[in-house]
């Protein structure tokens, strides 16, 4: 966590730092928006970081939740926000990456409208079943859908997401078929 910390201080350090604005930053809360539901994983790294944020730089920082649109409601949010140091984005890369091949005419530019500050984690997508499941390998797992087309199911953090393509992807691959929960 020490990491993800002085990676983000720098980067908000680095950004004060360059602020063409003569007053003190940040001078009020600073919100940090996490475009999926409280309890996920991005929403878990930024309520850990925000304290540590907030000691460092003597301010408070608000975690705000503003899920839907698998990220996009969150993203056209901050995009809107005054471009003022007070909102930052908090995402996978779902919103930023994945989104704009899927959706038509989001309401911002991936690209234009967002500059990179930092990567605070990199976490991959893995499989896992449940302890009490009788499937102990990704060949029984294989084996079960292909039995059972259609009939098993997992949760994703919502379509077009990087666990619910990574689902699509595993399945064309194994010729198999599962039930996205997003």
Known sequence: MNHILRAMALALAALTAFSASAQAWPDRPVTLVVPFPAGGSTDQVARAVAPRLGEKLRQSFVVENKAGATGTIGAAFVQRAAADGQTFLVTSLGPLVIVPHLIKNLPYDALKDFDLITVAVQSPNVLVVPAA????????????LKAHPGKMSFASAGHGSSDHLTAELFWQQTGTQGVHIP
Not at 133 to 144: E, G, I, Q, T
């Open 133 to 144: 499941s009788p499937h102990r390998s990704v060949a029984d797992v294989v084996a079960h």
